[in-house]
Structures are given as C-alpha cells and as structure tokens.
C-alpha cells in the first residue's frame, strides 16, 4: 500500500512543480533580452501601425498576471496554443521532434548504461590494475570531450571513411530511423558514458570492501553468486546516478542534433527561447520537466524498493 | 611466457598503433573525395537535386516567416503576379502583362490557363484573397512590410486585376513578385488548412514545383508540378536539406549527397572549393555591414569622435585579411548590385564613387581625437549579433584599432534576437547595423536615412531625400536622392560603412548553373541551371 | 591474535634499523601509478599557467593581413588562427579562464550539495520533499534560458556564468549526498550513537559524512572536467568570457570554421581541456581512494570516538 501512497504523493508533487515551473519559465521569458515584434519583422523599420497589430494580436500590453493566467487557462484545458514563430499550433509542432529526441536519447541511455555498467563493475573488480585504470582515464577523456569535436570525429569516422552510417538527417522511419540516430546516439552516450561508469565503479567498490562479500566469497560461493549479491548492494547509487543521467539526456541534446541536423526538442528549445516563442518554451519545458519528474519517481521508488533501509525511511515518512 | 598483463599491454599498443597511424593517414586534406558511400540519396540521372541549407525551417509560410530560405523555398512553389529575372528585372509570373495607367494604378492582365499543383484553376479571386492576406499585418507580418497602403483592389475583368496605391511608391512594380510580398494560394486551399505552411498541411502555389513532404528543421521534399503553366520543370524532385552545421555541410558535399550548398564560410571556401568538379561562386548579397554612431550617446555627440572612429577603421585589411576578398568595401550604405536592378552597373558603380570617402589614417585619428572632449580616449562597449561569426572577428580587428588611439572596446556576442531588439534603442553608442536585404527592392538606406533611423540622427534634409526616394517614379533620380542622403548621413559621422557581403554557393559536378547572380535563388533558377552529367 | 601475541612477536623479531626518510619517501613515490604522477606535473604546470600568465600583451596582437597560418610557420609553432593571432600564446593565456571557473563552479556545486543533501537525508519529511522538488525544478529548467536572462539582466560576463552553472550542477550532488545519508542513517552504529545522546549534527559530521564524502569527492573531480566543457559550451552563446578574451572554450569554437586551414586552433585547445580534466579526474581518483581506505575503518565498525 505504501508504493501507491508513494505514487500517490509524487503525482501530486509533480503536478504542483510543473505549475510552479511553468510560472517560472514565464518570468523568465517575460525578463529575457529580445522583442517578440522585431522577431517577428526581422531587423528592420517597423511601422507604428505593424507594431500597433502585432502588440495586439499577442497580448503583449496586457499586465504580467493577466498574461500568465490566460496561458495556465487555457493550458488546464490542454489548449497549450499556437507557435507565435511558426503559427502552428503547438501539438503539431512536439509531434515528430519528441519521438527523434526520445528515441536518441533512449538508444543513448542504453549505450552508456549497457557499456558504462558493465565497464564499471570490471574496473572495481580489477581496481588498481592497468584495466582499471585504462577503464577510467578512457571514460574521463569521454566526459572533459566536448560534445561538438565527438560529434565531429565520429560522423568523419563511421559516415566519411567507414560509410558504416548516413552523414545526417533522420532517415524514414523504423529500421532506417535507427540506423541514422545511431551515431548522433553514441556521441551523446560517451559524453554521460563517464559518469555511470565512476559511479559504478565506486558503489561496487564500496560493496565489495564490504565484510558480507569477504563472508560469502570464504564460504565458497560461486563467482556470479557473490556478483549477484554486491550488484544488489550497488544497484541503488548505481539507479540513481543512471536515472539523472537519462534525465539529462533528453534536455542536453542541442549540440549533438546541429551537428547531425536531427529535428529534435533540444534545437526546437533553444529556437523558441531566443525568439520567446512562449508556447512552444512552456510547453517544451514543462514536457521535460515531466519526464524528469517521473524518472527521479520511479529511481527512488526502485531505492526504496530495493535498499531496505532506505525503505523504512520511506515508510516512516 | 611473458606475464599476462604485460601480453595485454602489448596486444592494446599492437592494435592501437595501426588505427591511429592509419586514422592519421586519412585525416582531412583538401584532396578531392567524390566517392559516394551507402547512404547517399539514389541518383538516378538528374531525378533528384539535392540542396543543403545553411539554416532550418519551421514553417514553410513566407507571410509569418520573412527568413531569405523561406523565400528560396517559396519561389519553387509560389508566384506573385510578377517574378524577376538575374538582373532583377521584373518578368511575367501569373500576370502575362501590366501597365501603369497613372501615378498610382497598377492594372494586370492574368493569364487564362494557370492552375495549383492540385489541378484547381487561379481566378481573381483567389490573387485578390491572396493580395489582401500577405498585406495584413497581423496574418502576415513578414510579407506586410513590403505593401504600401492601398486604396483598392479588385478585379476589372475576368483575367484583370487593379490596384490603386493610397501615394504613388518608387518600388511598387516589384511588390506584387514572390521576390518581395505576393504569394499566390487558392482561397479555398488556405481557409480550409487552418495552418498554411505547417508539416501537415504544407502550402498550395502555382510554380514549377509542389512541396510533397517537410519535416521542420528537417527536410522540404519539392516534386515537379504536372499543371505548371510554363515550361515542365527540369528535375522531378527537388530536396532542401536543412544542415546548420558548416562541417557537416562540407563532409556532405565532399561526399557528393548535395548537388548545391549554401552558405560557404568564407574561410572555407578554398575547401569547398577543392572537392572535385565543384564550383564555387561569390557573389554579392545585398547586405550591409557597418558601425552606427548615435550621437544622442555620449562622448558620440562630439562630431571629432566620430570622426576619429571613422579615421580607425581598416576597411580594406578586414575585407582582405578577415573575409579573404569574399566581400567589398562599403563605399556608402546600399550595396551597387541593389541600385543596379533600375539604373544599371555602371550608374550603380558611379553613384557610390561619388559618395565622400574617409581614408584609414590612425594618426589622422589620433589627432582628431585630440580635439574632441576626450583627448585621452574612454572605453565603450560593442556587440554582434551570434548568427553572423564574421562580425565577431571584425569587431575584434576594429576594438585592436581602436585600442591604438585610446578607445577601449568591449567586444560582447548576444543571441541574434538580442541584438535586433537592442537596434535604434538610443542606449548604444557604437553599434552594428548588419542588414541583409531578402528582396531586390528592400534598400537598406530606406531605413537608415530615414526620419526614423536606428541612429536617433535627426537631419530634416536627409528624411526628405529619403521620403523623396520613396515616391521617386525615375530610378535614377531615386538613385541620386539616395546618395545625396547618404552623404549627408556620411558627414556627420552617423554610419561607418565597413562591408559589402557576398554569399558563397558551393555547385557540385553534376549542376552548373547559367547567370548566376546576387537574385539567382528568387528566380525560376530551376530552369537556370544545367545537368552537366 | 590476541595483544600477548603481538607484543611477544615483536618482542623476539630481530631490529632492523629505520629506512632514512629518504628511502621512506622513494618507495612511497614508487608505489604511485606513473600516470597520476604525470597527472600531476600537468596541475602543477596548469597552476603556473593560472598564476602567472606566461604569454600576454604583444604575444596576443592581431594580425589580419596574415590571417590563418597552420602549424609550423616560422615564427607559430602552432600557427595562428583567424585574426592572426598566435595559437600557442593563446592557448597558454587561456589557462587561467579555462580552469578558475569550472574549479568554483564544482566547489559550489559540492557546497550546495552537500549542504541540501544532508539536510533533505537527514531531517527527511517536508524539508526532505521540498529540497527534492527544488532538485527537479532546477533539473528541468532549461539551461540556456536562465543563462540568457540572468546575462540579460545582470549584464553577462564570466563569473555571472560561474554561478549559473552553480546552480545548474547542484542538482547532482545534492541527489547524491540525500540518497547515501539515508542510506547511512538506519544502520545500527547510527541508531547506537542516538542511543547513546549524542546530538544529531555531531553525528552527522563524524559517521554519517565521513561515508559520503568519497562520493562526494568522485563527483567534484568529475564535475570539474564538465564545467570546463559546459563553460566552453555557454560561450558559444556569448556567456562567459567577453568575445577577444583567450579562453579554450571560445578557441573551440572558433577556430571550428578554420579547421581546415589550421586544425591547431581547434585542436590544440581541445586537446588542453582534456588534458586537463583527464589529469583532475586521474589525480582526484586516487586522492579519493587513499581518504577512502583510511576512514572506512574509522567509520564503519569502531566504537563512535
């Protein structure tokens, strides 16, 4: 019962950071640098008259308040509106972008926690020994890469002299859709690749200093038993760190997607941001914001889960 | 037997050694690469172009979107009652004819047989319905910018259309073209789509081709229009590729999956350049590029500071050095090739030769800086616009001059939008004016030496010549007012020209194109350029 | 082995005399990996860097009408890059912007976490709820645009960046620190303190953190190399370091367009941050496992001291 009051709680967590987000975000851009009208006209004369229209149309003499309301109205009805950008309404644009975004980042996720995980767990078990520290320096110099020369090094590589993979663009769908994220996908994974694999490498070395390891190992248990058994000890930092690390990923993609000329939510973000495309900011954000929101859920709902301890302070709460 | 870790190291060196020695082996060099790999686009023949952008778009609406890339993709679908040629000049479009009958009535006379890619016939209705769309303001900022108030329009006949303007305009004849504000879309089409130009519901033209397929920030997939009145487009598919990236743009190119590029940097054009059978062309983009003084700022309202800043500026060491040549020196504000559209080259080229020159002299500078308010120079801030990387390295090889007389510049990069919202703020007061026309007849002195310049200038005399210029019916006596203004402005020390841009397009082997020229991707350019293999 | 044992062991070993100090601190060096060693000359030059800018003034004039040399050129070794400018002096000026901040910014980030952390792990309950929230507020704020408006508002610049990123980067951390307290806390010797009296701060600074800290420390020397590379990342933007300013980040960018005419530009300041992220994230591994092996003993079974 206590996992669905778990659930129960962070629902309505969420619900409220979202809103508090949203007026955030609003502020935000209601503060930024940069003029709606002049985006919109380009950076030339403008008329009395033009910006007389375009003032109206967008409600921009309205008090901040009144401004902000009428966009959580509406937004409470689900109408998150219409792109001052592009005039499209906003759903249409998420549409394609939020499935090339998710599904780099998911192939990404999955390269940095199937590689880095098991990575980690072989430097622990070597620590001190040329693997070991071969296994780190190779995943630091993957973090301190910038993302732009990964990019760079990997499309010249795999797509130019290899021609194992297309240059750019997002290929049509299914299978050819995969085969186009691969390599913006494994630009992405080395950069946060680093990470899973120190803190993998750290909880299962905790672990295994750990006298229950020793305990089992003297008794002869199995290798992969005794595996078993410090995994289970790790896997809580080890879900945690992963779980931001996956949040992270749908938000940091810009870099990777110019360079690969992917139509993705991190290029749609930054776009709208400078022109203070409200809708389209807000609704973006506060997209993120939801899957980070129920990634950090349900990693900690796995801790309590999974570490007793960490359980009975759940429950205490 | 070695111990096993020792085995290991070397089994890593042995495999290490020969990638890194051969990835060294294959690093970039400028020699040619035309192989294609697996995952170009199927070239059979010349069924497909295929161009690589230098930007993206969002929305393929040119009335909400004024970017120059929306006009290119609209040209291939759209037509106005007008187009233009290479030159610039006006050319039949829906319209077979037109004629002044006064001041300020302009008649066209439609042709009987021009239909939408979607078989439905273009009636009067629809060039008014559209007429009256892309000069609203709120439904079509971009494109309003262009109309000037009318009194009417209606049609005067089955295949006539009247336009009565509120004052007479310089410029009108150019205004109803898809090089500057007209877009013609069938009615209907448009008020059932709800969201003309979006992924969904695409657009509906006219022109030689129709948009089958856009992915925003993706792709615009073009396929030859059956019911295109004129003559069958050349290439049965046209693909824009949106690739912001210059790299990856060049590693495409180089690979042969575009045939034409856009917007080569001008430090790689040797590059480009180098990749076998490619073309690479310059030419002038109609932009401007220049300091604004605005002497309500100070120390700017000392007439010596301005001048002195005028004095430190290298013009030709930028163009040579910093843009390698793929430039001119601004010699006044609108660029020749714009004046050229109604009074030719050669006028062109005069009127600017004429306007009053300021020589680089630092010592000059110094010294006229001597006798200003601040003999001992003073520091101020510039910024430039992120969207433009050449302006950067300019501004930082005019804070290096600057530095040398006193004046100490603090050179900042802001997002593009910052930037253009700050423009004519009256709070700088050195700042940059980059202004890149999209169509022949948007001069940038229209706005610079009008009564409502971004400078904050006030200069009766200049306002008039401008106002003048704008109702001018006689293109050289336009040009003439235009360059009276301008040396006015000049004078004072308002405007610092530095530079004239070009664009680089790169073409690859199997494309040529014929008169190429500053207005070629606003024409018919389909049927300007050649198949070569 | 009881303590009679002991003593009467070392009571009949025969007395070898005391290795000098100097044998002591040779066989010390030697139990070092040579690539921390290495790591290690490069902080120490990074510092020298940091504290006396070695290249500066005439070192760093433009020079437009040469423009773009590659390496080799008599008189650049590494060439120049656009303006003309000398990319070995450069790189060498840009030391001390590429490391001061990303150091700062890690520290705070520690800070705040460990601050936040432990506060959330231990008091648990609404401060725990509402430090969790701020964690995922700030997690979905979108960096650029807090970037943008704090640089819009308060005018830009470099340590305006610093703290941004601060704030950005805390998240992590006070993650991290939350979720191991409340590991520790229900564990019997945590329970034993409380049952014996002893204050809830104390017990947290001398049992509960001594735990945390290696985590804590793995994530500062990472966070260090990220901050290098997001700092370079923001100034694509125009944050940070004013547009002439040498920086490695901005040399990234760049010499992107020369890469071509002269890979050096890029290359070379490129290959600096990772270097030196590798050498702070090699030095601070190592760093961190001595302090760890040395608490752990302290920490986990003994008699609370």
Redesign the interface.
Same mark, same amino acid.
């Given at each position: 019962m206590s996992v669905l009051a778990f659930v129960g709680r962070r629902v309505a967590a969420l619900a409220a950071m979202l809103v508090v987000l949203s007026f955030l975000v609003f502020a935000l851009l209601y503060l930024a640098p940069g003029d709606l009208v002049h985006s919109l006209l380009g950076a030339r004369a403008v008329t009395p008259q033009a910006e007389a229209a375009i003032r109206a149309q967008y409600h921009l003499d309205d008090p901040f308040w009144v401004q902000y309301l009428r966009w959580l109205g509406a937004a409470l009805h689900g109408d998150f509106g219409t792109s001052v950008r592009t005039g499209t309404p906003v759903a249409q644009m998420l549409e394609g972008r939020v499935g090339v975004t998710v599904t780099l980042a998911a192939i990404a996720g999955v390269l940095a926690v199937g590689v880095g995980v098991p990575l980690g767990v072989r430097a622990a078990r070597r620590r001190g020994s040329f693997e070991d520290r071969a296994i780190t320096s190779a995943s630091v110099v993957g973090v301190s890469a910038p993302g732009f020369a990964v990019g760079l090094v990997l499309l010249y590589v795999f797509a130019v002299m290899l021609g194992w993979f297309p240059l750019y663009g997002v290929g049509d769908g299914g299978l050819d859709r995969l085969w186009h994220l691969a390599l913006p996908a494994a630009a992405l994974a080395v950069g946060v690749g680093a990470l899973v694999v120190k803190v993998t490498r750290t909880a299962v070395l905790r672990e295994l200093d750990q006298d229950y390891v020793t305990f089992a190992r003297s008794r002869g248990l199995s290798g992969a038993r005794v595996l078993r058994l410090y995994l289970r000890g790790a896997a809580v930092p080890i879900v945690t760190s992963v779980g931001l690390v996956l949040a992270s990923l749908v938000g940091g993609s810009i870099l990777v997607e110019t360079t690969f000329a992917l139509p993705g939510l991190g290029v749609l973000l930054a776009d709208s941001i400078t022109f203070k495309d409200v809708p389209v900011v807000q609704a973006v954000t506060l997209l993120l914001a939801t899957f980070i929101g129920v990634t950090t859920a349900v990693v900690d709902l796995f801790a309590n889960l999974a570490d007793p301890r960490v359980r009975r302070a759940a429950v205490a709460r | 037997m070695p111990h096993p870790?020792l085995l290991?190291?070397a089994l890593?060196a042995a495999v290490a050694v020969p990638v890194v020695v051969g990835?060294a082996a294959?690093a970039?060099s400028?020699k040619p690469q035309a192989t294609t /790999?697996? !995952?170009a686009d199927p070239t059979k023949g010349l069924d497909q172009l295929t161009v690589g952008l230098n930007g993206?778009l969002?929305?393929l609406?040119v009335g909400?979107? *004024?970017l120059l890339l929306t006009y290119y993709a609209a040209a291939l679908t759209e037509q106005g009652l007008v187009g233009i040629d290479s030159t610039g000049k006006l050319t039949p479009a829906l319209a077979t004819s037109w004629k002044q009958t006064d001041d300020t009535t302009w008649v066209y006379e439609l042709r009987d047989d021009a239909s939408f890619s979607d078989g439905t016939p273009v009636t009067t209705d629809d060039v008014i319905f559209s007429i009256n769309l892309d000069r609203d303001?709120?439904k079509s900022?971009?494109t309003?910018?262009y109309w000037p108030a009318l009194k009417s329009v209606k049609a005067t006949g089955d295949h006539e259309i009247t336009i009565k303007l509120a004052a007479p305009s310089a410029t009108f004849g150019w205004t109803p073209s898809s090089a500057a504000g007209l877009f013609v879309t069938s009615k209907k089409f448009y008020e059932s789509s709800g /969201?003309?130009?979006?992924?969904?519901k695409l657009v509906l033209g006219s022109g030689p081709y129709r948009v089958t397929e856009f992915?925003?920030?993706?792709?615009v997939t073009f396929e030859r229009n059956t019911h295109y009145a004129g003559t069958a487009p050349k290439y049965k598919t046209v693909r824009f590729?949106?690739?912001?990236?210059?790299?990856?743009r060049l590693?495409?190119f180089?690979?042969g !999956?575009l045939d034409i590029a856009l917007g080569v940097?001008?430090?790689?054009s @040797? /590059?480009w350049a180098a990749t076998q059978g490619a073309q690479v062309k310059a030419v002038s983009d109609l932009s401007y590029q220049g300091l604004t003084i605005d002497p309500g700022v100070a120390p700017f309202d000392d007439a010596h500071v301005r001048r002195a800043v005028a004095q430190a500026v290298d013009k030709q060491?930028?163009v040579? *050095?910093?843009l390698?040549d793929d430039a001119s020196v601004a010699l006044g504000i609108t660029a020749p090739a714009q004046l050229a559209v109604g009074v030719g080259q050669d006028a062109a080229d005069a009127a600017v030769d004429s306007l009053p020159k300021t020589a680089f002299d630092l010592d000059a500078a110094k010294a006229e800086l001597a006798k200003s308010s601040k003999p001992d120079g003073f520091s101020t801030t510039l910024t430039?616009p992120?969207s433009d990387?050449n302006l *950067? @390295?300019v501004?930082?090889?005019i804070?290096?001059s600057l530095k040398k007389i006193g004046i100490a510049v603090?050179? @900042?990069?802001?997002?593009?939008?910052?930037?253009?919202?700050?423009?004519g703020n009256g709070k700088q007061g050195l700042s940059w004016m980059?202004?890149i026309p999209p169509v022949p007849t948007?001069w940038p002195s229209?706005?610079l030496l009008?009564a409502?310049n971004p400078a904050g200038y006030t200069n009766k005399e200049m306002a008039s010549l401008t106002a003048a210029a704008a109702t001018a019916t006689d293109p050289q006596a336009r040009v003439d007012d235009v360059m009276r203004a301008t040396s006015l402005a000049l004078e004072d020390g308002i405007y610092v020209p530095v530079y004239w841009g070009d664009s680089i397009t790169a073409f690859g082997s199997r494309v040529t194109p014929r008169t190429y020229s500053s207005y070629y991707f606003l024409t018919d350019w389909t049927a300007a350029l050649d198949a070569t293999s | 082995m009881s303590g009679a044992d002991v003593a009467t062991t070392t009571a009949r070993a025969p007395r070898r005399p005391e290795p000098s100090r100097a044998r002591r601190a040779v066989r010390a060096a030697r139990r070092v990996p040579g690539v921390v060693t290495a790591s290690v000359v490069v902080l120490a030059g990074v510092a020298v860097l940091v504290v006396l800018p070695l290249a500066h003034g005439s070192a760093l004039d433009q020079d437009i009408v040469l423009g773009t040399t590659p390496a080799g050129t008599p008189g650049h070794p590494l060439g120049t890059d656009a303006l003309g400018r000398d990319v070995l002096a450069l790189t060498l000026a840009g030391a001390r912007s590429a490391v001061l901040g990303p150091l700062v910014v890690a520290l705070g980030s520690m800070l705040l976490g460990a601050l936040l952390g432990t506060l959330a792990g231990y008091r648990e309950g609404a401060v725990d709820a509402v430090v969790s929230r701020y964690v995922d507020l700030t997690l979905a704020m979108p960096a650029l645009l807090l970037a943008i408006v704090v640089a819009g508002v308060v005018g830009g610049g470099y340590w305006v960046t610093v703290l941004v990123l601060v704030v950005l980067f805390s998240p992590g951390d006070v993650r991290l620190v939350r979720t191991a307290v409340l590991q520790q806390k229900h564990r019997p010797y945590i329970e034993a303190t409380r049952v014996l009296g002893l204050s809830g701060p104390r017990v947290m600074a001398r049992h509960v953190f001594p735990n945390v800290r290696p985590l804590l420390l793995t994530s500062f020397f990472l966070n260090i190399a990220y901050a290098i590379v997001a700092m370079s990342g923001l100034s694509f933007l125009g944050l940070g370091v004013s547009a002439g300013a040498a920086d490695w980040g901005r040399q990234l960018a760049d010499g992107r367009e020369i890469l071509y005419d002269n890979p050096a530009a890029s290359v070379v300041p490129g290959l600096a941050i990772i270097v030196v992220a590798t050498a702070v994230n090699v030095v601070g591994d190592w760093l961190s496992e001595r302090l760890d092996t040395g608490m752990s003993e302290l920490a986990e079974g003994s008699v609370p001291a």
């Open positions: - | 870790s290991r190291r890593v990835l294959c970039p400028s /790999t697996a !995952s993206s969002s929305t609406d909400q979107s *004024g303001a709120k900022p971009s309003a910018y /969201t003309y130009g979006s992924a969904q992915a925003p920030d993706s792709h590729d949106f690739i912001p990236d210059a790299n990856t590693l495409a180089q690979q !999956s940097p001008v430090d790689q @040797k /590059t060491s930028i040579t *050095g910093i390698k430039y992120d990387a *950067g @390295k501004s930082l090889a804070a290096e603090d050179v @900042k990069e802001v997002p593009a939008s910052t930037w253009s919202a700050d423009l980059s202004y948007d229209d706005w009008s409502q | -």
